[in-house]
């Protein structure tokens, strides 16, 4: 006993080291939790934060998907509309064409009748000139 009655402040004091290690690490060991816990709770609003401009995105992406609907409609309306004037000038053109060949062979008929009309003419005023002037003839 007596042996271990000297080992006893050696022992004590091997005891308060590790008491006193034990209770620093323990107080790091707590430091370390705080400063987890609180780049825990700052990764938490980040990730708020993002699920929050996340939704804010999404609901742009939705607003712009309309909107491209809306104008894809628009767009196809405006092309039928289109379509719709160009079949409609194509008639016109049609329809003038067809008055326009009308109007040739019209003006072609009224050509050949001035032509006859003018050579009827021609022949009654030589008739006419001819009566005026009988002597002529005889010369």
Not at 17 to 46: D, H, K, V, Y
Not at 100 to 127: A, Y
Request: glycine share 4%; aromatic share 2%; proline share 1%.
């Amino acid at each position: 006993m007596a042996e271990s009655n000297v080992d006893l402040p050696n022992r004590v004091s091997s005891l308060e080291r590790i008491a006193e290690t034990s209770l620093l690490a323990i107080r790091e060991l707590g430091i370390n939790q705080r400063e987890f816990a609180l780049n825990l709770r700052e990764l938490a609003a980040q990730q708020r934060q993002t699920q929050e401009e996340l939704r804010e995105l999404a609901a742009q992406q939705r607003q712009t998907q309309e909107e491209l609907r809306e104008l894809a409609a628009q767009q196809h309306k405006m092309q039928e509309e289109l379509t719709a004037s160009v079949q409609d000038l194509l008639g016109m053109m049609d329809e003038q064409r067809t008055g326009m060949e009308v109007f040739r062979s019209d003006m072609t008929t009224m050509q050949s009748e001035i032509r006859g009309l003018q050579h009827e003419n021609r022949q009654i005023l030589d008739v006419l000139l001819n009566r005026q002037n009988p002597g002529e003839e005889a010369n």
